[in-house]
Nanobody, 123 residues
Framework: QVHLVESGGGLVQAGGSLRLSCAAS????????MGWFRQAPGKERERFAT????????YYADFVKGRFTISRDNAENTVYLQMNSLKPEDTAVYYC????????????????WGQGTQVTVSS
């Protein structure tokens, strides 16, 4: 069994920053791509960042590019998300997930998920 535990969410004013962490346990962390998703009320869960096994390759959706940074520390079994220049439209529950196989944009391609952490950005 794999456990992913997110932390670091909260309430921040527009333009502010937050750093999310996702601590993993239960299987060799460094063998898996990791992704960050978010889900706002009434909307589908959307992938916006992924990182490869070593951290040498990353992907960002256009709506976070230049503002968010995904990274990982395999020695600590943790993936991070640094979020800067936050906007009210970034308000959502944020999830980390471990990629199993297939299209990395699809939630169904990930086999383990964290419980989610709420990020609220006030205007």
């Amino acid at each position: 069994q794999v456990h992913l535990v997110e932390s670091g969410g909260g309430l921040v004013q527009a333009g502010g920053s937050l750093r999310l962490s996702c601590a993993a346990s239960g299987r060799p962390f460094s063998r898996y791509f990791m992704g960050w998703f978010r889900q706002a009320p009434g909307k589908e869960r959307e992938r916006f960042a992924t990182i490869n096994w070593s951290g040498s390759s990353t992907y960002y959706a256009d709506f976070v590019k230049g503002r968010f940074t995904i990274s990982r520390d395999n020695a600590e079994n943790t993936v991070y998300l640094q979020m800067n220049s936050l906007k009210p439209e970034d308000t959502a529950v944020y999830y980390c997930a471990s990629h199993l196989s297939g299209d990395m944009s699809r939630p169904s391609s990930y086999d383990y998920w964290g419980q989610g952490t709420q990020v609220t950005v006030s205007s």
